[in-house]
């Protein structure tokens, strides 16, 4: 078995592998941070190779009817494995080495390598899944057709495309169709919630005479926000910053209108 460099297709020799009488095929499953190998006919050899150095070597012995040479090997999950063989069927083995009785199914032919189309496609929020007021809008990247939005189980009315703005708290999914089928978002559906909206309040208005030369303000701010800013429209201007939560005194020149901005 050889290492190869996807980026200059350089080869490593990593390990000598089990020689059977005929046919060699090689699987890597993740669960096991290894790879099966399958060789020969009438005189199979099946063993586990670690997918690490030193590439360590588990000869599996073979119990059941494997039904002659392997042609291909697709890994289900689960310690199983789809296997297609010289005898033109599926066969069902686990990665200990047991195959299951009878077949799966016949085949037209042999077939020789098993491949799953992969797809990428996925629900998602743009931006914030917070509802403040403004939609949340979410969307399906990837999805190609038959759009169907839901509200906790419940299909939306009309919510048919590939975006979708909420306005309502509550769990989105959407069902719809990419190249490998129906998709069903459910097990990872968006949870839009409510927030507190941002809110401030400079207090009460104030009548001042042409005399007074300080006055006091107190400024509240609430909902999604923990800081503010104190400012002036007009000519006047503040002898100092204050914090907008707490009460503040200012001097007044002229005539101004007091701002809280978030």
Known sequence: MYLIDHTNATKVFATSLGNGADGEVILHVPESNAFYHWSGNSTMVFEKIQDTPPYSITNIPVSG????????????????????NIASSFKLWDTVGVVALGSLMSLPDDMRGLINQCCSSSVTAVGSTMFCGDPVELQVIGGESAFQWYLNGSAIPNADNSTYQATMPGLYNCIYTDSCGVRDSVEVGIQVTTGNAATSNAGQDVTICASTTTISLLGVIGGTVSTGTWSTTGTGSFLLPHLPSMPSTHSVQQTLLLMLLL
Do not use: C, N, R, V
């Not at 090997?73 to 297609?84: K, Q, R, T, V």
């Open 65 to 84: 009817a494997p039904g002659g040479e392997t042609f291909g090997a697709y890994y289900l999950g689960g310690g199983e494995i789809l296997i297609s």
